[in-house]
């Protein structure tokens, strides 16, 4: 099973773009397998934005749930990632988050 994050910002917003690839990595270096990265313009999924709480862009949903509505440091963000993965039992390949047998 794998965990999407859902990264929401506005075209133009400088602070989203610098930190979005940034967190990317993050989010990829659990594996695609792990972990899905959704890019989305708050004005494009305005209603589902509301729906789950975004008020202002940067901000970051895992799963449906918004869990940051700041964005937070790369260490909290990964811990997080971490933490949701750990929940996930048996992984089919024998890896657990992060990469490691």
């Given at each position: 099973?794998?965990?999407e994050?859902?990264?929401?910002?506005?075209?133009?917003?400088s602070?989203?773009?610098?930190?979005?690839d940034?967190?990317?990595?993050?989010?990829?270096?659990?594996g695609e397998?792990?972990?899905?990265?959704?890019?989305?313009?708050?004005?494009?999924?305005?209603?589902?934005?509301?729906?789950i709480?975004?008020?202002?862009?940067?901000?970051?949903a895992?799963?449906g749930?918004?869990?940051?509505p700041?964005?937070p440091?790369?260490?909290?963000?990964?811990?997080?990632?971490?933490?949701?993965?750990?929940?996930?039992?048996?992984?089919?390949?024998?890896?657990?988050?992060g990469g490691?047998?």
């Amino acid at each position: 099973m794998r965990i999407e994050v859902e990264f929401f910002s506005t075209p133009g917003c400088s602070h989203c773009d610098r930190t979005r690839d940034s967190l990317k990595v993050i989010a990829q270096a659990f594996g695609e397998q792990m972990v899905t990265w959704r890019h989305i313009y708050l004005l494009d999924e305005l209603d589902y934005a509301v729906e789950i709480g975004v008020l202002t862009p940067p901000s970051i949903a895992i799963d449906g749930e918004l869990v940051f509505p700041r964005l937070p440091s790369a260490a909290k963000f990964r811990e997080e990632l971490a933490r949701r993965l750990e929940r996930e039992p048996n992984h089919e390949d024998g890896i657990r988050p992060g990469g490691v047998k």
